[in-house]
């Protein structure tokens, strides 16, 4: 098992982080902290293969603590944060980091950034020396963070379009997509727009009879 430590300032964020740590298999939630102090006492009480490590702190920035364990833990960190600005962003590359998750995410861009993670470290001790395409899938294989879908669509519904449209080879229209899902079609409708919008999929008019064309989406 992959020990993790959880570091959040919000009992209830780390709880949910620490959900999703124990839904991943192959992990396993060793401690939670929420402060700065916490975390580097727990970090060195407990030898954790692996950091989640918020910035935002109460009692010390969650990059000093960073700083810390680089420089007395063998450990590894992903920065778990609110933060968006350049500078953080800036100062958790220099530091080190394996990733950057920005909150709020859903369960998928951590589980992906985990399973990365192992299959990083499976890959490293199956080697005795590294040649440079072993460097290369290391430190060119990074996944990126699933994009949060917009408020008021979610993740089960998304998945459940996203069958349809795959399904339908020739493209189908917000009530096709309704009636196959048993969604609204206003509802259904939105998904497939963000679909579109994200360059999942593609939208044609069908031009035809009375009235305004109808659009058909189509998977990419």
Known sequence: MIRVL????????AKVHSGY???TEGFAVVGVAHTGADA????RELKPDLVLLDVYLPDVDGLSVLRELRATEDVDVILITAATDVETVRQA????VLHYLIKP???ASLRDQLTHFASLHQRLDRLAEAGQAD?????GSRPSA???LPKGLTVQTARLVETALRGA???MSASECAEATGVARVSARRYLEHFVATGKAEVTLKYGGTGRPERRYLWS
């Open 21 to 23: 740590v124990a839904r």
């Open 169 to 171: 080879s020739g493209g």
């Open 6 to 13: 959880v570091v959040d300032d919000d009992f209830m964020v």
């Open 40 to 43: 580097i006492r727990l970090a």
């Open 93 to 96: 590359m220099r530091g080190g």
């Open 135 to 139: 460097v290369d899938q290391v430190f």
């Open 146 to 148: 699933k994009p949060v």
């Open 105 to 107: 995410f859903e369960y």
